[in-house]
């Protein structure tokens, strides 16, 4: 679904009076809100079945792909996350396995997409730790996208094995090393 950025205002509008008619709903109107202030194309559809002009709406959008590609990589740290609680007893690895975020500087959207998914809908809670955002403070979509093409040629995507864990990690640092 594509919107222009005054119906996306419209839409914000909208939502806000929602959010004040029915308190009993406003967390749910708010996410949505958000979705469509922050440009998170993905969401749009749910936004719009649901339904202060001085606010400002993000003029670029996410797009659905990237979108996508964002709950790709959560969804392949949250099964390295689970995966690594179950055999962490067996096996010995470091701290290398938390998930870090996207570059705030960088890959803006990405790192403002994270924190709407973890904080704002609550998705992918044992990612979440004691950060209150996931800023990477360094380019990290490179290091993921090599370890998605790993990830993806797994048959079995929902319990990893610890060889699985360490080739994973061992792509996200490759990556990492190359960049500088």
Not at 2 to 11: G, S
Not at 109 to 128: M, Q, R
Not at 150 to 167: G, M, P, V
Request: proline share 2%; aromatic share 12%.
């Amino acid at each position: 679904m594509n919107l222009t950025k005054t119906e996306r205002l419209i839409i914000f509008n909208y939502l806000k009076i929602l959010e004040k008619l029915y308190p009993d709903k406003a967390e749910k109107y708010a996410n949505h809100r958000k979705a469509i202030e922050r440009g998170f194309k993905i969401f749009y559809e749910a936004c719009y079945m649901d339904m202060d002009t001085d606010i400002d709406i993000d003029d670029q959008e996410l797009s659905e792909e990237d979108c996508q590609e964002v709950m790709d990589i959560l969804s392949m740290f949250s099964v390295i996350t689970n995966s690594y609680k179950k055999i962490k007893d067996e096996i010995e690895l470091d701290d290398s396995i938390k998930f870090l975020g996207f570059d705030g500087n960088r890959e803006t959207k990405l790192f403002a997409f994270t924190n709407y998914l973890i904080h704002d809908l609550g998705y992918y809670p044992e990612l979440k730790c004691s950060q209150k955002s996931f800023n990477s403070h360094w380019p990290m979509v490179g290091s993921y996208r090599c370890m998605l093409k790993i990830w993806n040629s797994y048959s079995d995507r929902e319990s990893l094995t610890e060889a699985q864990i360490k080739e994973l990690l061992k792509a996200q640092k490759i990556n990492m090393s190359s960049y500088k």
